[in-house]
């Protein structure tokens, strides 16, 4: 997996537009291609479900393994790549900004992360409702799949 990056790493593919302040997107990798996600960061947080195989992800200097129906958020500006540790990886990404979260009680959560500098990411716990949830989830989103989204949210990060 290959995307421009500057000098400085910072990826300089823009997730949001000023209609839609997230994207949601599928990728595939696989090792024979020595796919891989180089070091990178961006202004929005990501959401990192996988949904087959495993990945190592490197976020500031430390390692995390990430498996088969686990998820992480990584806060903004934080430097992070991956590799993979199995021979394929399919996992999804939801990249927002943090006015895409309009409920107070969200808002509140995800401001505390952005503003907590000392937390590159979280893991997420993802129940079996929200694992199904993020495996239907397409473009354009659903008024229904905003709120499913906000529950997830919510859930994961408490």
Not at 82 to 88: F, H, R
Not at 100 to 120: G, M, N, W, Y
Not at 123 to 141: E, G, S
Request: charged content about 25%; proline content about 2%.
């Amino acid at each position: 997996m290959y995307f421009e990056r500057t000098e400085e790493n910072e990826e300089t593919t823009k997730h949001t537009t000023t209609n839609r302040s997230f994207a949601i997107y599928q990728r595939c990798l696989q090792q024979k291609r020595g796919d891989q996600l180089p070091l990178h960061w961006h202004d929005e947080l990501q959401i990192v479900w996988v949904e087959e195989g495993s990945f190592v992800y490197t976020i500031d200097d430390e390692q995390i393994l990430l498996s088969k129906n686990e998820a992480i958020i990584i806060n903004s500006r934080v430097l992070h790549g991956a590799v993979l540790a199995s021979e394929n990886v399919r996992y999804c990404c939801f990249d927002f900004s943090s006015d895409f979260i309009a409920d107070p009680v969200f808002k509140e959560a995800i401001e505390q992360l952005v503003h907590d500098r000392t937390r590159s990411y979280r893991r997420l716990t993802l129940t079996a409702q929200h694992q199904a949830f993020v495996q239907t989830v397409r473009l354009p989103l659903l008024i229904e799949q905003r709120f499913t989204l906000y529950e997830l949210f919510l859930a994961a990060l408490s």
